[in-house]
């Protein structure tokens, strides 16, 4: 996936550059440039009840595709939201 695009405007001429920088996130457990990734799901998401009892009943889910659910970038490029 390509790093982001910014444009801006500057006295009328357009400026395309890119953004890449340490906000964006590794997958699990791989080393970049001495950061190591976070261990967290970017499968799914469960809903667990608000009242927190226990139940037989499914419980919903979000699917996430490999997906960050803060910055809607594809970490994991493997996984595929069905």
């Keep these: 996936m390509p790093p982001l695009l910014c444009l ?3 006295h009328g001429i357009k400026i395309t550059f890119l953004l890449v920088g340490p906000h964006r996130a590794l997958a699990p457990g791989v080393k970049y440039d001495g950061r190591i ?5 970017y499968r799914y998401i469960v809903h ?5 009892k226990y139940t037989i009943k499914r419980l919903p889910m979000t699917k996430l595709g490999g997906r960050d659910p803060v910055t809607k970038l594809k970490i994991i490029q493997v996984v595929h939201a069905f």
Aim: proline share 8%; charged share 25%; aromatic share 16%.
């Design 37 to 41: 990734g976070e261990i967290k799901n």
């Design 48 to 52: 667990y009840p608000a009242d927190g």
């Design 8 to 10: 801006l405007t500057y």
